[in-house]
Antibody, heavy 120, light 112 residues
Framework: QVQLVQSGGGVVQPGRSLRLSCAGSGFTFGSYGMHWVRQAPGKGLEWVTVISYDGSDKYYADSVKGRFTISRDNSKKTLDLEMNSLRAEDTAVYYCGKDLPPGWVGMDVWGQGTTVTVSS | QSALTQPASVSGSPGQSITISCTGTSSDVGGYNHVSWYQQYPGKAPKLMIY???NRPSGISNRFSGSKSGNTASLTISGLQAEDEADYYC?????????????FGTGTKVTV
């Protein structure tokens, strides 16, 4: 079935780095844009970043621009999020999400979420 | 990159209809038909309920419907059921001179 399985996450000190991964299966991974969305404890959803189906276009939320980098490997059907200079306010559950087909907007498949805790 | 504005909570009795509003600006909700709605249960990943303002993905009940007028989008749940009790978030594509991306709403807790 169509699914996204996430890995990575954990506890990291402020200023350090962490890498999250998301593996797709059951669909043609290289045909869809992919997102990262996060949710701080007890808070709402916050869009983080998106990458186009071929990796040529990437957009970031102001809160992570210059610190986070999204990338993908379509041959391995994986999506990554490299997080640098982490701050306490980056503490959240991070979800990867698959876009609808090109021309449509919405995330129709989500990963299970992975927790990132930034604390000394 | 301000969040879209939703009411914090909406409640209704079983069988009733409720509507959740999502207010943005001409740079997001009002400027594009790229509004989607998500349902989220505690501790679970969000689920797409509506995309492109008013389209339902396969498998989503027709009790859920979406619309938009100006800078405000709305999600209506008719024939409210106990299982509809969850958090709901709107989302929109956004583009301005300094930013391109997506933005979520503040979220609405629906109580049945």
């Amino acid at each position: 079935q169509v699914q996204l399985v996430q890995s990575g996450g954990g506890v990291v000190q402020p200023g350090r780095s962490l890498r999250l991964s998301c593996a797709g299966s059951g669909f043609t991974f290289g045909s869809y844009g992919m997102h990262w969305v996060r949710q701080a404890p007890g808070k709402g959803l916050e869009w983080v970043t998106v990458i186009s189906y071929d990796g040529s276009d990437k957009y970031y939320a102001d809160s992570v621009k210059g610190r986070f980098t999204i990338s993908r490997d379509n041959s391995k059907k994986t999506l990554d999020l490299e997080m640098n200079s982490l701050r306490a306010e980056d503490t959240a559950v991070y979800y990867c999400g698959k876009d609808l087909p090109p021309g449509w907007v919405g995330m129709d498949v989500w990963g299970q979420g992975t927790t990132v805790t930034v604390s000394s | 990159q301000s969040a879209l504005t939703q009411p914090a909570s909406v409640s209704g009795s079983p069988g009733q209809s409720i509507t959740i509003s999502c207010t943005g600006t001409s740079s997001d909700v009002g400027g594009y038909n790229h509004v989607s709605w998500y349902q989220q249960y505690p501790g679970k990943a969000p689920k797409l309920m509506i995309y492109q303002v008013s389209n339902r993905p396969s498998g989503i009940s027709n009790r859920f419907s979406g619309s938009k007028s100006g800078n405000t989008a709305s999600l209506t749940i008719s024939g409210l059921q106990a299982e509809d009790e969850a958090d709901y978030y709107c989302s929109s594509y956004t583009s301005s001179s300094t930013l391109e991306g997506y933005v979520f709403g503040t979220g609405t807790k629906v109580t049945v």
